[in-house]
Structures are given as structure tokens and as C-alpha cells.
């Protein structure tokens, strides 16, 4: 029996870059769990950021945690019909969180995930002196199912939102920087 190929979208965080691919997951019928892939780049916006912590939580609760590599990069996978947060945490930076829903409408036998791309661009603390980053708390993104596009995607409301806000506590900090010489 030949496996369908499924896509999912990528999901386009600031600072948008390169894809990168890891070996699609497929889905088997033999009681094994389904898995979205997940694989992804984290920099400064500059520099790859070897060493960024990558711990993935479902329901509130640890489930995981990696490391990227010298490359910056790494891979994991989620289970389907679930909702995770990754987040993304480096001294000096400001940790960065997604929301993933994995919950996905048909029957996932005989299907192959491409791998949901991420480009993550880590900001230094020090761009946010003077400036409280509570409201970066939330997750820079949510990344659903979404059946009009028949893919997974980010709900670009959302990340418009968290870009707003987060330019507008860069301005902030900007002003405070001004004042302060």
C-alpha cells in the first residue's frame, strides 16, 4: 500500500529563513503513536545559537527537552490530537514559546508528515532595558490545523498581534535608552 503525503505549513517566525528538512514520520496503523515533525533553526538573528534549550510541554507539564546543535538546529516530534507549547530559552535572550495544536480532523493511517519548518529568532535581553518583557510571556505563535489550506499554519492574527507588541516594547526600550544618556 503507497503512502499519501501530507504537508504542513511552514511556520514563518521572525526572523524568516532557509528551511530544512529532517526524515518525514510515517503514520502506521500497528498501535504505534502518530507524530507531526517538527525541525527548526534558532539564531540571534545573526549568529546560529548553539546550546538554546528546546523543552516541549503538553498540558502544562514537561514532556521533553533538547539542545540545538552547532548548527543551531534541531528535531523532535509530536504526538497527533494533542496541544503542546514549545519553548525556546538561552541566557541573555528572551525565552520565546509556540503553541502547537495537533488535533487533526481525518484518520492519520497510511499518511506522510513533512516536517513543520521553524525559524526562530531569539532577542537579547539587553535590546529591553529599562523595559518589563511580561508581555512576551504568551506564545509568539499558534500553529493549528487548518482545513481551508489543508495544512498545519499559524494563525497569522496571532503572530501580527505578538510582533505589534513586541515592537512596541523595542520602542519603549529605545525611548528609555534616549532618556538615559
Not at 507539564?61 to 519553548?87: H, M, P, Y
Amino acid at each position: 500500500m503507497r503512502s499519501r503525503p501530507f504537508r504542513s505549513a511552514v511556520a514563518l517566525l521572525i526572523p524568516i529563513a532557509g528551511l530544512f528538512s529532517i526524515s518525514p514520520t510515517r503514520a502506521q496503523s500497528g498501535g504505534e503513536e502518530v507524530l507531526l515533525p517538527i525541525a527548526g533553526r534558532i539564531t540571534d538573528g545573526d549568529s546560529k545559537l548553539e546550546g538554546c534549550e528546546v523543552i516541549t510541554y503538553s498540558e502544562n507539564e514537561q514532556v521533553g527537552s533538547i539542545t540545538t546543535d552547532r548548527s543551531g538546529r534541531f528535531a523532535l516530534g509530536l504526538a497527533l490530537n494533542r496541544s503542546f507549547s514549545i519553548e525556546f530559552r538561552k541566557a541573555g535572550f528572551v525565552p520565546k514559546r509556540v503553541q502547537i495544536d495537533t488535533h487533526f480532523p481525518k484518520a492519520a493511517d497510511d499518511l506522510v508528515f513533512e516536517p513543520l519548518v521553524m525559524d526562530i529568532g531569539m532577542l537579547a535581553e539587553a535590546k529591553y532595558n529599562g523595559v518589563s518583557t511580561d508581555e512576551l510571556d504568551f506564545p509568539f505563535a499558534r500553529i493549528r490545523y487548518d482545513e481551508k489550506a489543508g495544512m498545519f499554519a499559524q494563525d497569522p492574527e496571532w503572530t501580527m498581534g505578538m510582533q505589534r507588541t513586541n515592537g512596541a516594547l523595542l520602542l519603549m526600550a529605545g525611548r528609555v535608552e534616549k532618556r538615559e544618556r
